[in-house]
């Protein structure tokens, strides 16, 4: 899809994300569980409606990031809220320019399925974060189980369409395949959802 036809889509959407950041149980708990370690200098792609504001440290000092004009509208809304200090963004992650600023911690939940080039934003990734910092990620993709996937491979043109999400990506062997070195994932809902833990480089 084309990137104007996303930001759209995501512009849309923008009021929903707001109204859902709070209410998912199971995916507040694995946001929780995954960015408890959240610290520094935090970089967030595709923040979003501020989802995982509420999990950082009060003193942290964020950049988000989002190519939604009204994603970061609400996602202003949620810092206040919070107290946060957050520096905001709005660009295509794989444009964005940082000015070689590096990061303690880079994050990215349920994002990985939306970029044009998902290779390279883990790569870039990399390169925002420092030698010592950490990478923390929540992403959703194609499933071990072979009924499930099935129905995503099916769904998933209708999916990317209608919210610019694909549902089928193998996000396991993009990390096996990027510039990152993973010190622990966890798999939950057939292997379709993974919490990930990584460093910046491999070796």
Known sequence: MEINQQVKLFDKQAKKYSKRKKKNASELRMRQKLLHSAQGEILELSVGAGANFQFYPK???VTAVDFSASMIEQAKDTAREQNLDVHFIVGNVEEVELQEKKFDTVISTLSMCSYPNPEKVLQLMASWCKED???LLLEHGISTNSV???????ADSFIEKRIGCHINRDILKMMKESPLQIER???????????????P???
Not at 185 to 195: D, F
């Open 59 to 61: 003193d942290a000092k």
């Open 201 to 203: 480089n491999k070796g």
């Open 133 to 135: 910092g950490q990478i």
């Open 185 to 199: 994932i966890e798999s939950l809902m057939l292997n379709s959802i993974h919490l990930i833990w990584a460093k």
């Open 148 to 154: 499930y996937s099935w129905v995503q491979n099916k």
